[in-house]
């Protein structure tokens, strides 16, 4: 089995700063990398795809980069509806999972 | 409008069995696999298995294989997930979700909203 690791784990951040979260693979995944955000309550939601592309109706502050087994995701600039954990998932093979997840708050 | 609707919060005792659903709409149900990902309290995302609704063919996650049984019935554009003896530690929230047009198909695109299951005596 593929093992996704992410860090930090959280992270409080003020409005307007640049976030950075980081997930790592145990084997090369090739661009088989997705984003997700969950808000308390709420279902995860889709933010970036294919490691690098934003999807439909996601604001562009949002973006990912990476391939084979070192990825990041970065928020440009924090924005108070932000505040959400934010789970990376990888995909091999018919065999998916997710990273452990990091928990982005405002300072 | 892509929709998946699960059914509702189900409260049971250990030993009893359940089957929990997912209602696609909106889109072609039996061309996209459906996945179902619990998520027990206060913990992050599992993924225990996905099917094709065009011909039943599953595949579940090594952690869950042998404990759930996914199933689906194409003719009502529903999927399932059932289980035969539950117990206290099945207590989570269960969402289905659409496997996606990303590349080779690797994403969630469109998520239920969520059924939670509570197992206690």
């Known amino acids: 089995d593929i093992q996704m690791t992410q860090s930090p784990s959280s992270l409080s951040a003020s409005v307007g700063d640049r976030v950075t979260i980081t997930c790592q693979a145990s084997q090369d995944i090739s661009n088989y990398l997705n984003w997700y955000q969950q808000k308390p309550g709420k279902a995860p939601k889709l933010l970036i795809y294919?490691?690098?592309n934003l999807e439909t109706g996601v604001p562009s502050r949002f973006s990912g980069s990476g391939s084979g087994t070192d990825f990041t995701f970065t928020i440009s600039s924090l924005q108070p509806e932000d505040i959400a954990t934010y789970y990376c998932q990888q995909y091999d093979n018919l065999l998916f999972s997710f990273g452990p997840g990091t928990k982005v708050d405002i300072k | 409008e892509v929709q998946l609707v699960q059914s509702g919060a189900e409260v049971k005792k250990p030993g009893e069995s359940l089957k929990i659903s997912c209602k696609g709409s909106g889109y072609s149900f039996r061309s996209h696999w459906i996945a179902w990902v619990r998520q027990m309290p206060g913990k992050g995302l599992e993924w225990m298995g996905i099917i094709y609704p065009g011909d039943s063919d599953t595949t579940y996650s090594p952690s869950f294989q042998g404990q759930v049984s996914i199933s689906v019935d194409k003719s009502i554009s529903t999927a399932f997930l059932q289980w035969s003896g539950l117990q206290a530690s099945d207590t989570a929230m269960y969402y289905c979700?659409?496997?996606?047009?990303?590349?080779?198909?690797?994403?969630?695109?469109?998520w239920g909203q969520g059924t939670l299951v509570t197992v206690s005596s």
């Open positions: 979700a659409r496997r996606g047009l990303c590349s080779g198909g690797s994403c969630f695109d469109y």
């Open positions: 294919d490691a690098s």
